[in-house]
C-alpha cells in the first residue's frame, strides 16, 4: 500500500528529523507533502532548504495516511503561527491514524491534547512538560504507544522511522483497522471507524441477539469530519449500521449460535466472531441532532466502532419469498432471544 504522509515543519526545524523520513519515506515508495505556516520554504537548523507544498491552513488532515511531527524549534512556530495544525494533529489522534514526532515536535501533541495517559519520547528539556499533561517521558529511542510514535532526538530517527513503517504496515495489513482514508477513498484500502455507537449494554451475555428482540435506546455520535454525509437522513425511518465486533477474539467457521443447540458454517449465522468482524443491525431513527443520531432496537455493545450507515428501504431489502433455512424452526419456538457467553472464551 502506497501511503500518503503529511510532514508539518516550520523555519529551524531539526534538519534529520524531517530530511530522513522525507526521502526514505519517498525511497520507499510513499508520497510525502509538507505543510509549512504560510506555505512558504522552509529552513533547518543547519540550513537544509525544502520547498513547502501548501500551507497548513489548506491541509486536508482526511487526505494522508501519516502525520510527521519534525523537532527543532518547528512545533513552536508553528503553535504561533499556524494554530490550525493543533486541530490537525487532533484529527489524526482521534482517528487512530500513526502520528510521528522527534524531539520538540512532542510540544504539539502537548497542545492537541492527546499524551494524557500516553508513554513518549521527546527532547528531556520537555520532559515536564509531557508529564504535566499527563504524559510518561520514557527514554528510548522508538516508543510506541498505539498510534503515536516518538523519538528522543535527530540520533534516534533510524529506529524511530522503523518503528513508524512497522506500525503502519501493521495497521493495513487486512482485518478492520483505523486507517487514515476519508470518505471517498480508493477500494482495497483498509476500513476506518467513521463513529461511535453507544448503548445500555456493557457485556454481552444478557444482551439481545438481534435489534428486532430489543427496545433499547442507543445514541449514534458520528465523528465530525463525516457529519455532512447525515444529510436528508430524517427522512429515512429505519437505518441499517454497520460496525465492528470489536469485543470479538479470533473466528469460529462452524459456530453454535445463540438460538441453536448445533453447529453451523459461519457464513450461515449472524455470530459475533467472524473472519472479518463486521456486525450489522437494522435500527429505528428516533431523532437526528447535529452529529448525533438517537436510535432504537439497538442490539450492540456500548463504544462500539462505527463503520457506515445505510437507509433502509424495504422495497430494496425485503423479499417476502425469502428462505431463513435453520433459523426457521428457532424463530417459530421461539429460542434464546438474549445472548449467553458462549462467544466469551
Request: aromatic share 8%; charged share 25%.
Amino acid at each position: 500500500m502506497t501511503l500518503q504522509a503529511l510532514a508539518l515543519a516550520a523555519d529551524r526545524f531539526g534538519d534529520r528529523s524531517l530530511s530522513y523520513p522525507y526521502y526514505r519515506l519517498q525511497e520507499a515508495g510513499h508520497s510525502v507533502d509538507i505543510a509549512s505556516p504560510d506555505g512558504g520554504p522552509v529552513t533547518g537548523l543547519h540550513g537544509v532548504d525544502f520547498e513547502a507544498d501548501f500551507p497548513i491552513s489548506a491541509v486536508e488532515q482526511a487526505d494522508y495516511d501519516l502525520l510527521v511531527l519534525p523537532g527543532g524549534y518547528s512545533s513552536e512556530a508553528i503553535r504561533m503561527q499556524a494554530p490550525e495544525a493543533i486541530d490537525i494533529v487532533r484529527a489524526f489522534d482521534e482517528r487512530g491514524k500513526p502520528i510521528a514526532s522527534v524531539c520538540h515536535g512532542a510540544q504539539l501533541l502537548v497542545s492537541a491534547g492527546v499524551v494524557d495517559g500516553r508513554r513518549l519520547a521527546c527532547h528531556p528539556s520537555i520532559k515536564d512538560d509531557i508529564e504535566a499533561a499527563g504524559g510518561t517521558f520514557v527514554n528510548d529511542a522508538g516508543v510506541v504507544d498505539d498510534n503515536l510514535i516518538t523519538a528522543r532526538d535527530y540520533s534516534d530517527v533510524a529506529e524511530w522511522l522503523a518503528a513508524v513503517l512497522d506500525v503502519v504496515e501493521t495497521a493495513t495489513d487486512g482485518g478492520v483497522v483505523a486507517s487514515s482514508q476519508d470518505p471517498g477513498h480508493s477500494a482495497g484500502s483498509t476500513v476506518q471507524p467513521i463513529g461511535t455507537i453507544h448503548s445500555p449494554y456493557s457485556e454481552e451475555s444478557g444482551m439481545p441477539i438481534q435489534g428486532a428482540f430489543s427496545d433499547a435506546m442507543g445514541v449514534v455520535d458520528l465523528d465530525e469530519a463525516y457529519v455532512d454525509g447525515l444529510l436528508d437522513i430524517e427522512g429515512f425511518s429505519h437505518l441499517v449500521l454497520l460496525y465492528q465486533f470489536h469485543a470479538a477474539e479470533s473466528y469460529d467457521l462452524q459456530p453454535q449460535p445463540f438460538m441453536e443447540d448445533t453447529t453451523h458454517g459461519v457464513f450461515a449465522t449472524r455470530a459475533p466472531r467472524r473472519p472479518n468482524s463486521i456486525g450489522m443491525s437494522v435500527v429505528e431513527l428516533e431523532n437526528v441532532s447535529d452529529g448525533t443520531l438517537f436510535v432504537s432496537g439497538i442490539d450492540v455493545l456500548d463504544g462500539t466502532p462505527l463503520l457506515d450507515i445505510k437507509p433502509y428501504v424495504p422495497d430494496f431489502n425485503g423479499v417476502e419469498s425469502a428462505r431463513i433455512g435453520w433459523l426457521e424452526d428457532s424463530i417459530e419456538n421461539e429460542r434464546r432471544r438474549t445472548a449467553d457467553d458462549r462467544f466469551l472464551d
